[in-house]
């Protein structure tokens, strides 16, 4: 089992990946495709329609930031948060907590977005490089005191 735990930076980049790609592909067509449209979806369920250009930046540039690897905590927790808005005001109401499959994806979204926030970007990532996020044990600390 120790030899898997060698695949872990790899595991976390696929799923970064993986998210920011599908991210992106929600992000774009809410700031640049037909905005006017999303804006009159959002505003039928009963959000204000400048909720279009919040949800598309948190999703076009969270997805980014993610496949990077930059700021991926602090984008992870957004991106979770966003998708436990949308299955709360808009996959719930359609249906009831049971009939998942109404709220599946999002779900799935909202779950491996945490995941991002609690784990980090892993060693192959802007994040290790500029910062060297988790990679500083308390004793290190210790010593250079």
């Known amino acids: 089992m120790s ?19 599908i991210f992106i592909s929600h992000g774009f067509p809410k700031l640049f495709g037909n905005t006017r449209a999303a804006t009159q979806g959002f505003e039928h369920l009963g959000f204000p329609g400048y909720f279009v ?13 993610l ?7 602090v984008a992870g927790l957004l991106l979770a948060g966003e998708m436990a808005v949308a299955i ?5 109401p359609q249906g009831t907590i049971t009939q998942v499959k109404s709220y599946e994806f999002p ?36 010593e250079m005191d």
């Open 3 to 21: 030899n898997l735990e060698k695949l872990k930076p790899l595991a976390l980049l696929l799923l970064r990946l993986g998210l920011g790609i």
């Open 53 to 65: 250009y919040v949800a598309g930046v948190i999703e076009f540039f969270g997805g980014i930031m």
């Open 67 to 73: 496949i990077f690897g930059l700021f991926t905590r």
């Open 88 to 92: 709360w005001r808009v996959h719930l």
């Open 107 to 142: 779900l799935a979204l909202a779950v491996a977005s945490f995941a991002l926030t609690a784990l980090g970007a892993g060693s192959l990532s802007v994040d290790h490089a500029a910062f060297g996020e988790g990679h500083k044990s308390p004793r290190k600390f210790k």
